[in-house]
Each structure stands twice: as structure tokens, then as C-alpha cells.
């Protein structure tokens, strides 16, 4: 069977599969199955579990009637595969094991794509057909408590390691089960990283601690894959470690260190379409729940009323996060989200209850090259007219790329000095005063 196996499992390119090697596969695991008691599985560590799976599935290889040839690269090839289908999730245990994956996107049982420094590859992995992706779905959204069926087709989850996930099964996926899986690492980020990756220069970092610290209320605004949960988890380590912390999120993703931390995740409705909690739920309840910050991982609806209600009234520090491709458009996004919750509310009001609640956006971007930076860093001062007023305190021009394909550009302030620094010098935070100036730029 010269399947260049050792290729298939680490999915460095796309080969053709036969389908006697998956025929091959289901009888070794059915079989397997059939010999292992689950109830003692459940006390066994997983290295000691993986050496009598090897036994097992050695010797159900040895006894299989159509006694196909196998060379020892196959033979370990398909070891490795069915320990990962009884202890993990088959074919995406590779790439959850490999820390240059940042994304996992399955479309239907026959390609997986996954996503390395930036760019997006097909894998030569797949799974045997719409059956086996769909248990390992199950296998998934059940261990956090969720379902998924035709009657509930949808399901965001998560890993153990924080990883999301979102599944989207028929009818509502045509041509098949799609599961995409966004990769957290073991270790989150710190500022020091985002620094030595060049989203952001040690000027900038400086006044993003400064800002968490005054306890200023802030947005983290920009598109699909930009960084700003990652963005969010460095922010949250200038939180004081006496301060108590309500995180609210979907799915829980946030990897705060704090010890003082309270974390809620909202609840989808159980087969009788009863039970559901929102995020409105979980923010309501977390403000009779004495919070010093409260983090809402994303706002996507009617909680984004309550968000500001808490930053109205009393609970400076919080952050929170959203869809927009510029700080103007959240803003914007942020009124819609108001109007949809249901209150009829004048857009002048609207718009002086939003610029009287937040007072810092940073606007973060994923570049051509699949890196992330910090392309804006705005304040908002207060109402003209019937407009919200923003000032560009820094922000990030591209300049062109380079003989590797990489963006380069430059990170500039723009002579503004922000309202904000009266806050700082409050809390006895100091920022040199020549730091905003227009000359003050970094290459990169």
C-alpha cells in the first residue's frame, strides 16, 4: 500500500488516498472497540492508553483476515491514527499538536485546509466520509455541554486548550458538515511578543498599559482573524491582580491570569427550545456580581446596551471587542446594536450616551502577509453636532512590501496629545511629554 503516509499525517501536501486504506482503518477501530473495556479506559493516563492501543491495534493487524501488506511506515501511520480517533479527533489531532497552525478549517469530510504564519494550505488529511467528521463534531460540542443536530444545526464551542470552535451541519451546510477550529496556543502572548512580532512598537505598548491601568473603558475593533482576543488577553495582564474580573463570552477563549476572575459563558436552549442565557443575560447578572472590570469577549447584539450601561455607570476599566473595519464603522456597528435591542432611543442621545461611555479604540488589522498590527489607536472626545469626535493619537501606514513578500511600513504619533493623560497622571502613570510628537515614528 505505498500511500506516503508519513506525508499524510503531518499534511505537508495533497495525495490521493484509497479508499481500502480507510476500509482498513474502520476495521482496526471497529474491532478495537469491540476489545476494550471503556470503563477502565476512563483511569488510565493517555501515554500509558497510547501503548496498549499500540499493542492492541499491532496485533489486530497481525490477525486481520485480508491480511493487507504493510510496510512499517504504514503500519505506524495507521498506529498513530487510531490512537488519535479513540483519545483525540482523528485526523485534526496532528494539526492541534503542531504549534505553527494557527487555523483549522474543514470543508466537508474530504479537504482540511489549515492556515501557517498567514497562509492558507490544503493538507493531504481527510476524514472517511460525512459519518466519521460528523462523530468527531459530536465528540467536540459535547464535552462542553453542547449539541448539535438537524434540529439545532449551528454550534460554537471550545477545546480544552481554548481553541473555537464552529461546526455547521445540513441542512443548512449543502454540501456537507464544515467545522472550523481557530488555534490558541498553550501560552498567550504578552506585550513583549507583540512588540518583537511588530504589531506594535515599546512607544505604543507603553500607552497601552497606561490606559488599562486609569482604568479607561476600551474597544478592540477590526475583521475576522485580526488579532483582538489576542489583542484583549494582553491588555487584561495590566489588570491589577486585587481587582475582580467578570470575563462574558460565547465561548469561553480568554486566557486571563488573574486569580480574582469570574468567568460566565452563555448556554444555547436544550431540546425544547427552553434554557438559552445571552450575553445580555450574563451581563445583567454580572453587574450585581460587585465587579471592578467586566470583559465581554465580543459584542455582536442587544448586549451591547448593557456594556454601556456599565460603563455609564460606574465600572470604569471594562473592554470589550467587535467587528469593524475601522473605529468609525464600530462606532457605527455599536448605535446599530442599541437600535436592535429594542429601545427607541433619539441618535443624538444614542450617540452622546456612546461617546460618554468609551473612551479609547484600537483598531487592529490582519496585513497581506498574514501578520497583525495595530493600524490605529483613537480617542474619543466628546460630541460635535450630532457626531461623535475621534482623534488619531497613532497609527500605522504602509509603505509597500518587500522582496519577500513582507509588509513594510511604519508606525507614527500624530502630535495629539490625548485627554486621557489627565487620567494618567491621576494614577501616577508618566508618559514623557515629547512621545506624541509627529517626529516620533518606527520602521518596520
Known amino acids: 500500500m505505498d500511500l506516503e503516509l508519513d506525508d499524510l499525517i503531518h499534511g505537508e501536501s495533497r495525495r490521493y488516498i484509497p479508499e ?3 476500509d482498513l482503518k474502520t476495521r482496526i477501530h471497529d474491532r478495537l472497540l469491540d476489545m476494550v473495556d471503556l470503563t477502565v479506559v476512563e483511569n488510565l493516563d493517555e501515554q500509558t492508553l497510547r501503548s496498549q492501543i499500540r499493542v492492541l491495534v499491532e496485533r489486530i493487524i497481525r490477525e486481520d483476515p485480508q491480511n493487507i501488506p504493510l510496510n512499517l511506515t504504514e503500519r505506524e ?9 479513540v483519545l483525540g479527533f482523528g485526523p485534526l489531532e496532528p494539526f492541534l499538536k503542531d504549534p505553527t497552525v494557527s487555523d483549522i478549517l474543514v470543508n466537508t469530510y474530504r479537504r482540511i ?6 497562509k492558507m494550505e490544503e493538507t493531504a488529511a481527510r476524514f472517511k466520509d460525512n459519518q466519521h467528521l460528523m462523530k468527531v463534531i459530536d465528540k467536540i460540542v459535547s464535552s462542553v455541554g453542547r449539541r448539535i443536530d438537524e434540529s439545532s444545526p449551528m454550534v460554537d464551542a471550545r477545546l480544552a486548550d481554548g481553541s473555537r470552535v464552529n461546526a455547521i451541519i445540513p441542512p443548512l451546510a449543502v454540501d456537507g458538515a464544515m467545522l472550523s477550529v481557530r488555534r490558541f496556543g498553550g501560552e498567550p502572548l504578552e506585550l513583549e511578543d507583540l512588540i518583537r512580532l511588530k504589531t506594535l512598537p515599546p512607544a505604543i505598548g507603553e500607552l497601552l498599559k497606561g490606559i488599562v491601568k486609569a482604568k479607561l473603558n476600551i474597544i478592540i475593533s477590526g475583521g475576522t482573524g485580526s488579532g483582538k482576543t489576542t489583542t484583549l488577553n494582553v491588555l487584561s495582564r495590566f489588570i491589577p491582580e486585587d481587582e ?15 486569580t ?17 442565557i445571552i450575553q445580555r443575560d450574563l451581563v445583567r447578572n454580572s453587574l450585581r456580581m460587585r465587579p471592578d472590570r467586566i470583559i465581554v469577549g465580543e459584542v455582536r447584539g442587544n448586549e451591547a446596551f448593557d456594556m454601556l450601561q456599565a460603563m455609564n455607570t460606574g465600572h470604569e476599566g471594562s473592554i470589550t471587542t467587535i467587528h469593524a473595519n475601522s473605529p468609525r464603522d464600530a462606532l457605527m456597528r455599536l448605535e446599530t446594536m442599541v437600535a436592535m435591542a429594542g429601545f427607541d432611543i433619539p441618535s443624538e442621545f444614542l450617540r ?8 479609547v479604540i484600537i483598531h487592529v488589522s490582519r496585513m497581506t502577509d498574514g501578520s497583525r498590527r495595530l493600524v490605529s489607536f ?6 460635535e453636532g450630532n457626531v461623535i469626535s475621534l482623534q488619531e493619537i497613532c497609527s500605522f501606514e504602509q509603505t509597500g512590501l518587500d522582496a519577500e513578500g513582507k509588509v513594510k511600513g511604519r508606525f507614527k504619533f500624530h502630535g495629539v496629545r490625548p485627554r486621557f493623560m489627565k487620567k494618567f497622571k491621576i494614577h501616577g502613570i508618566h508618559i514623557a511629554g515629547d512621545r506624541f510628537s509627529p517626529s516620533e515614528t518606527v520602521e518596520v
Open 378 to 383: 483613537q480617542e474619543i472626545t466628546g460630541m
Open 20 to 22: 481500502e486504506y480507510f
Open 113 to 118: 485546509y489549515v492556515e501557517r504564519f498567514g
Open 244 to 258: 475582580r474580573i467578570v470575563t462574558i463570552e460565547d465561548a469561553a477563549e480568554l486566557q486571563l491570569k488573574q
Open 77 to 85: 501511520a495507521i498506529i498513530t491514527e487510531i490512537q488519535d480517533e
Open 260 to 276: 480574582h476572575l469570574v468567568r460566565l459563558e452563555t448556554r444555547p436552549p436544550n431540546i425544547e427550545g427552553k434554557g438559552e
Open 352 to 359: 452622546r450616551y456612546i461617546s460618554s461611555a468609551i473612551d
